[in-house]
């Protein structure tokens, strides 16, 4: 017996009655059923790319969006924690994700930028600027365009991934940024520049 089904989406959400088309002995009987409403979820990201690769964070957890400002570099801290800046009286840490992610290649010098984020370290929420290669747009995902990350990666931790976003033809790397910066140095960072040690304001090479 063939079963035909009508499903109505509309906004992001399956209008219900479903409707079932039956036929049977050359007859055709439509049956309603009231079953509820599904809601698909979605969030938005604010996306950018390093190397050659497309990353994503969510718009939440994001403030703002400089171009390249000068850097107080800090002695003695990891790689990747290019140093200070001073936004508006406080004092953010810089991490340069092509390091911080494990990323081999060269940077785009001529569109990198700070994409200012939020992270959790332990209890405390703290304020991080990212330097990235460039930013691109923000884009609004559904929850059945999200995957689960892959278990194996052969560039990056997939701890520090939240999931992939399929866009058209191609993959979004979904950053969680709190694992990304779970044992980074960011809390000492922010206070480092009262030191005398730390060095003047100077900007990073383009």
């Known amino acids: 017996m063939p079963v035909g089904i009508e499903l109505d989406i509309t906004d992001g959400q399956s209008t219900l009655p479903v409707e079932l088309v039956l036929a049977a002995g050359g007859s055709v009987y439509i ?97 991080v600027g990212l330097l990235v290669d460039g930013v691109r747009e923000v884009l609004e995902l559904s929850d059945d365009l999200i995957e689960p990350p892959p278990r194996l990666m052969k560039h990056m931790d997939s701890r520090f991934i939240s999931g992939m976003g399929k866009v058209d033809q191609e993959f979004v790397i979904l950053l969680d940024i709190d694992s990304i910066f779970r044992d980074a140095e960011l809390e000492s960072m922010q206070c480092t520049t009262e030191s005398p040690d730390a060095q003047p304001d100077m900007l990073l090479e383009a």
């Open 31 to 127: 049956l309603t059923l009231e079953i509820g409403s599904v809601t698909i979820q979605s969030k938005q990201y604010v996306t950018f790319q390093i190397g050659q690769e497309k990353y994503g964070v969510i718009v939440s957890r994001t403030r703002e969006i400089l171009d390249l400002v000068p850097i107080t570099k800090i002695p003695q801290v990891a790689r990747e924690m290019l140093g200070v800046i001073n936004l508006r009286g406080q004092s953010v840490p810089v991490v340069d994700m092509q390091l911080r992610l494990g990323l081999s290649g060269s940077s785009n010098n001529d569109t990198r930028c700070i994409i200012v984020v939020e992270v959790t370290v332990g209890e405390e929420l703290l304020t």
